[in-house]
């Protein structure tokens, strides 16, 4: 790897990032803040859902921030820039093997999940208001789901934005992120399918199943989740899966 | 100081949509698709054993109508299209096994525009310095140099999604010259460029030659190539079918002259009769047109219209050309460059 020309590409993003920082905030955290609003306010001060729903919610609307972020963040530059602005080739052409520009747009997207991670905890607080029990006593494991997290969403991204064509971007959002976020345990954990069982049984197939039920495992043990080892394997399997696919796509892009 | 560029026996085939050629050769491509209703397959062969010496220090041109294998060749040389098979080099390394090394000695201006339309015109400049390793005081020194020479300075903090086309093409070309690239490849340079811009190109690939640089552009303008090219391939079908110094080229033609007939009809008698006239050098029959290769072309015409009319044929037009590239394409492939 060229180590100065890899700083110089996530500098590259940094800069891009920051001058939009207005415009991606309020994508990322938009959406996500009022499904809190609606749904850990609204509907608990209404009486139609328990107070400790609110504790429940939160781990599940961190996880589906940060994937969707992840996702966003490198999937979408990269159908423009390979399919429309062209804008990629210059940094195809830069001294560096181009595996490792993906490498960078994976590593840009984990940030800017994490980032957004960041946001939505302190801010989704604020607007649940009281009566939010969450537990940070085992900080390392937590830490470890957020970037295993952060690394499926944005590896997810590389293969999606390499792979999806620029007329397609409304399909991928209806026929695949509409149905992830339904079926991903964001407002429910996953034994609450229990009376569904072939339903329960299909949506392990969906990463984000994991990612919420893994942050719930660690700030809402209260609720029961799948175990933690399980969700950690799959974590697992899913990023390196993501990382193989996505470089495939990545190079299947890159060089005709 | 000099870096030579050579390519042996390319070939590449593609068995999908190449997604990096142009939209022109895109549209041939897609034409020839063979469709088998049992198995759809898709192979177009883009170059056909290409093979090419660039000196160092040298401007080379690669020649050839829209779809000839010009781009897949520059492709291959610059680390982005991968070649079935042959061998190509920059320098002393192969394109292929050693792609960070070839990459550090090459600049590429694409044919259509990729600038980062994410950055200013300086920051396009600084951060492709920063991609090559440059100090930052270097970049900033570089860039304003570029600026300057491209006449961009008063543009230099703008956003350049909204540059004009012949700003962008500037731009790309100042990219390209950042990091005082060894060879600079140039697809299709002039593409779209109002001619007072096509000028200042011209004198800007003339002077980074000056500086010892090795310089590949392709076209498909003879008078471009005429004018810049110190030698020049022509290709068409992924095959070079000549190469030389553009005057070695033009004095390949049979003549020099090319005189375009149109007559009402042909005959085997009118054709031998035009052959064997003085100065007239080959007779070529193409439908009910008659492409002569003469020494001479004005003072011909006289015989000439005299001969068809008394082969009791009409003469509906005559184009007289002179020596030049594009009547040499026109001899190797029975194709106007521009068809």
Same mark, same amino acid.
């Given at each position: ?256 | ?85 042959? %061998? ?59 600026? %300057? ?74 008078? %471009? ?10 290709i068409d079908h992924g095959r070079v079918i000549a190469s030389g110094t553009p005057a070695e080229l033009k004095a390949s033609i049979p003549g020099g002259y090319l005189l375009r007939l ?78």
């Amino acid at each position: 790897m060229n180590g100065k020309t890899f700083f110089a590409m996530l500098a590259r993003d940094a800069h891009v990032a920051r001058r939009n920082v207005v415009a991606l905030l309020l994508q990322t955290m938009l959406q996500p803040l009022l499904f809190v609003f609606i749904f850990g306010r609204v509907m608990t001060s209404s009486g139609l859902m328990p107070e400790n729903y609110k504790s429940m919610l939160l781990p599940g609307i961190i996880g589906m921030t940060m994937v969707f972020t992840g996702i966003q963040a490198v999937a979408m530059p990269l159908i423009a820039e390979f399919q429309f602005t062209h804008e990629i080739e210059d940094r195809l052409l830069a001294p560096m093997r181009i595996e490792w520009l993906a490498v960078e747009k994976v590593l840009a997207g984990m940030l800017q999940a994490l980032v957004a991670g960041g946001f939505v905890v302190p801010a989704s607080w604020l607007l649940l208001g009281k009566g939010v029990a969450l537990n940070f006593n085992q900080p390392l494991l937590f830490g470890g789901v957020l970037v295993l997290v952060a690394l499926f969403a944005s590896a997810g991204g590389l293969t999606l934005g390499c792979s999806v064509n620029q007329t397609q971007i409304g399909l991928m959002f209806s026929l695949l992120l509409a149905p992830m976020i339904s079926f991903g345990c964001i407002y429910y954990p996953w034994s609450a399918l229990s009376a569904f069982p072939v339903i329960q049984k299909l949506v392990l197939l969906n990463p984000l199943v994991y990612a919420s039920e893994g942050l719930r495992a660690t700030l809402a043990p209260q609720y029961g989740h799948i175990p933690l080892a399980v969700i950690m394997g799959a974590l697992l399997a899913i990023d390196a899966a993501l990382i193989a696919a996505g470089l495939r796509q990545f190079d299947r892009k890159a060089v005709s | 100081m000099g870096i030579a560029v050579s390519t042996k026996d390319l070939r590449k085939i593609y068995t999908s949509p190449p997604p990096l050629a142009g939209p022109a050769a895109r549209g041939r491509m897609m034409g020839r698709k063979e469709k088998n209703k049992e198995k759809k397959k898709f192979e177009i062969v883009a170059l056909d054993g290409v093979s090419l010496d660039i000196s160092p220090g040298e401007i080379f041109g690669l020649l050839g109508p829209n779809g000839a294998g010009k781009s897949t060749t520059i492709g291959i040389l610059t680390t982005r299209v991968r070649p079935t098979s042959g %061998e190509a080099r920059i320098g002393q390394f192969d394109v292929w096994r050693e792609q960070v090394e070839a990459k550090r000695l090459i600049g590429v201006v694409q044919q259509r525009p990729n600038l980062d339309f994410a950055l200013t015109a300086r920051e396009i400049l600084t951060f492709h310095g920063a991609y090559y390793g440059l100090p930052s005081a270097e970049r900033a020194r570089r860039s304003a140099e570029l600026l %300057e020479k491209f006449q961009l300075t008063e543009r230099a903090n703008d956003v350049a999604r909204n540059f004009s086309g012949g700003m962008m093409q500037r731009l790309s070309i100042a990219r390209a010259m950042m990091h005082d690239p060894q060879v600079l490849f140039l697809d299709e340079p002039s593409t779209g460029l109002d001619p007072q811009t096509r000028l200042l190109l011209w004198e800007i690939v003339r002077d980074y030659n000056r500086q010892g640089k090795t310089l590949l552009l392709t076209t498909h303008n003879m008078e %471009e190539a005429d004018a810049l090219c110190h030698r020049i391939a022509i290709i068409d079908h992924g095959r070079v079918i000549a190469s030389g110094t553009p005057a070695e080229l033009k004095a390949s033609i049979p003549g020099g002259y090319l005189l375009r007939l149109h007559v009402s009809r042909t005959t085997a008698e009118l054709v031998a009769r035009l052959e064997a006239m003085p100065d007239v050098r080959e007779a070529r029959e193409n439908g009910n047109r008659i492409d002569l290769y003469s020494d001479r072309g004005g003072p011909l015409i006289g015989p000439i219209a005299a001969a068809v009319s008394e082969s009791g044929t009409e003469l509906y037009d005559v184009h007289i050309s002179e020596p030049s590239l594009e009547n040499l394409f026109l001899h190797h492939t029975g194709r106007s460059l521009r068809q």
